[in-house]
């Protein structure tokens, strides 16, 4: 098993930042690929940004440039930093990490983007 913390959600303003942090614990060994998903109020979930093992990452086209995902392997840790962040980027953040052909998931951090 996998168990994921997530934390750094909040209330920020329209091109403020925030770093959302995501410790993972448990059986991580052979952990491949970590990643954040939002989901906004009365959508699906959706993919932000995700990192593998070997350090690839993928980025969703509407964060392109403003966001960035990065791992601290020592720390099993993943972090995403957050910049120029817009009303729409307001949802519930989840972590995830893929094991073993399996997906574990936190529980969620709210950002909210708002003056």
């Known amino acids: 098993q996998v168990q994921l913390v997530e934390s750094g959600g909040g209330l920020v303003q329209p091109g403020g930042s925030l770093r959302l942090s995501c410790a993972a614990s448990g059986s991580i060994f052979s952990i491949y690929v970590m990643g954040w998903y939002r989901q906004a109020p009365g959508k699906q979930r959706e993919l932000v940004a995700a990192i593998s093992s070997g350090g690839i990452t993928n980025y969703a086209d509407s964060i392109k440039g403003r966001f960035t995902i990065s791992r601290d392997s020592a720390k099993n840790t993943v972090y995403l930093q957050m910049y120029s962040l817009k009303p729409e980027d307001t949802a519930v953040y989840y972590c995830?990490?893929?094991?073993?052909?399996?997906?574990?998931w936190g529980q969620g951090t709210q950002v909210t983007v708002s003056s």
């Open positions: 995830n990490a893929k094991k073993d052909f399996r997906d574990y």
